[in-house]
């Protein structure tokens, strides 16, 4: 999960106009409106790159959807407000249990609060809500989850350091299905990867002293390819920066992580 811009999502033409019609129909009415919260799809997966706004990977064989942050079933009122929609896999949103590790994840209609007497009963009381669930619209929730070397999402705070950023942490990677196989394999693919450039980098750099243009070329070409993996448009851009931070003792990463990520 990387932090995204909401103020970037750029709605259908008249899309506000047919969605307060949706509105004005009540709730009864909202999954016979399912079309207006699909047509933003393209406008979601923009500002996401086509990337899962939860696992920032491409499921291009899945029927990627359109999440309610807010489960419509239990927040009608929010059914079309477009700040409430999240770009989502499958994995991330449908329930599902991992047959090579028995867990069960995926968000499905769960909407945990830390305080569950303040959940609201009206549009006006979500602002007395403290979601559970992190939102990659929330600038400071995404680095509350840390990765290990071979690919698995743990919380960045123990529960000693402080208990509600911990149980947010653990809650979200369950809930969002963080921790299936498929994915962890994924990013421990991408660690391999990552390693190897990084190692043979490393290797190059007291070479660049001497002025081979051989070398100096195959060094900038193998930053290039660690700063392409930390863009926003790559897959697993948080895991990479995560891998290649802890090089940061070679002398030539702190550079990149700087300035290409």
Known sequence: ?????????????????????????????????????????????????????????????????????????????????????????????????????GRTGGKGDYFPLLIEENRATCCEEECNEA????????????????????????????????????????ESIRLYHLDHQDLVDKRLTLAAEITSIVETTNRLFPKTEAGDPDVDSAFKENVRLLGKMMLPNAELSSFARRMLDGYRHYVWVPGILRTLS
């Open 1 to 101: 999960m990387r932090v995204l811009n909401k103020d970037l999502l750029e709605l259908p033409e008249g899309w506000e106009e047919r969605a307060q019609a949706a509105r004005d129909a009540g709730p009864s009415e909202v999954n016979n409106n399912a079309s207006l919260w699909q047509e933003c799809k393209p406008c979601l997966k923009k500002i996401s790159y086509d990337k899962c706004f939860y696992c920032e990977v491409k499921q291009i064989r899945s029927d990627n959807a359109v999440d309610h942050f807010r489960p419509k079933k239990h927040y009608p009122w929010s059914a079309f407000d477009p700040l409430n929609f999240r770009f989502a896999c499958t994995y991330c949103n449908s329930r599902r249990k991992d047959i090579e590790n």
């Open 131 to 170: 979601p559970v669930l992190l939102d990659p619209y929330k600038s400071d929730e995404p680095s509350l989850i840390d990765f290990t070397d071979d690919g698995r999402p743990i919380p960045t705070f123990t529960s000693d350091q402080h208990a509600n950023r911990h149980r947010r942490a653990v």
